[in-house]
């Protein structure tokens, strides 16, 4: 009982703290960074309000001190191994003493938002992972390698200016382009970038793992379409049953063929006197055929208008339709007429 007193306070601390303006009772935000590097943490938050003037502050691990006076000279900035400027705060060179929890609030208000700042060590488990990007290239297609920029300094960071980016490939002593004109599978694996800044005459770096996964060339997309029936006449006989094919070659399992008759969908029940029936697929090309049937042909059938249509997702989130309407024209039987071989005059009808 006890206990459930005591999760229920949690509970209504959290609900009651939600209710307030401004208050981020979230958890705060996980960043790794190798030791000896550097990283640079951003608040987005936005003054709203009675708060719109508000200075950004930040706080940090009571091993650190954070220095935010402003236009301090160039031999103080030389000692400082972390930087506050506008909404950024930046460590030149991490080590185990800048590990904690940091966070950025609005003036003297409630709203605030916190990091956790884990720095990894060679013998740190688990935490070499957190900085490998996965990227996929297709073999014999050109392929650019892209060098992450998660926590890097703002490019308005005063003295802070980019140094450039190198790539190596895991095993190999020599820089490596960034570019293949045509990737190949022997080209995939693990690949390191550094990126570097410069600061106050002193290089700092930031080092990414891209791991490049080839896979095989993509097959051009192809575009469903109706084969046949190609005429746009098809000759019937009042009376008879009639089938016509509705035959469409197709590449996706979500495309669909079907007939349509005047204003309405033909029906698949084959107890009505037209309807049709759907072959899922015909041979291994992937031709799908719907067969429009008449039990016996009327009248009435030759007034309307039967249309085939295709119902395709390629090219977008809207399916499009296209279709085919063939028309049905009655053939009339011919009457043979001939002379008979018997007296002059004479007649006969067949």
Wanted: glycine letters at 6%; charged letters at 20%.
């Amino acid at each position: 009982m006890c206990g459930f007193i005591i999760m229920t306070a949690k509970l209504l601390l959290t609900l009651f703290l939600s209710s307030l303006t401004g208050v981020s009772p979230r958890s705060p935000r996980v960043i790794y960074v190798k030791a000896g590097e550097m990283v640079a943490l951003y608040c987005p938050l936005n003054g709203e309000d009675n708060h719109c003037d508000a200075e950004l502050i930040w706080t940090s691990p009571p091993s650190q001190k954070i220095d935010q006076t402003p236009n301090m000279s160039s031999a103080e900035q030389r000692h400082r191994d972390l930087l506050v400027h506008g909404r950024s705060l930046v460590i030149l060179n991490a080590t185990a003493n800048h590990q904690g929890n940091y966070s950025c609030s609005l003036g003297n208000t409630s709203t605030h938002l916190g990091f956790r700042l884990r720095v990894c060590t060679k013998q740190s488990k688990g935490c070499e992972q957190r900085s490998h990007y996965p990227m996929v290239c297709h073999s014999q297609e050109a392929c650019s390698l892209y060098c992450p920029d998660v926590n890097t300094p703002a490019a308005t960071t005063p003295n802070i200016t980019s140094n450039g980016v190198i790539w190596y490939k895991e095993g190999e002593s020599t820089p490596k382009a960034n570019y293949f004109l045509s990737v190949e599978e022997k080209d995939h694996g693990v690949y390191t970038c550094t990126r570097s800044y410069l600061y106050c005459g002193q290089i700092y770096n930031m080092t990414f793992t891209v791991v490049l996964d080839i896979q095989p060339k993509e097959k051009p997309k192809k575009n469903p379409v109706i084969i046949s029936p190609q005429s746009g006449v098809i000759h019937v006989h009042l009376g008879s049953p009639k089938v016509i094919d509705c035959k469409a070659l197709m590449y996706s399992d979500f495309d669909e063929v079907f007939w349509f008759s005047t204003d309405s969908f033909v029906e698949t029940n084959s107890s009505f006197p037209v309807f049709y029936n759907y072959t899922n697929e015909i041979n291994a090309d992937g031709i799908k055929m719907a067969s429009l049937v008449f039990k016996e042909l009327s009248d009435e059938d030759l007034l309307k208008n039967y249309t085939c249509k295709l119902q395709t997702d390629t090219g977008g989130p809207n399916k499009r339709h296209h279709q085919l309407v063939p028309k049905l024209k009655r053939q009339v039987m011919g009457i043979v007429r001939f002379a008979s071989a018997g007296g002059a005059g004479g007649c006969g009808r067949c």
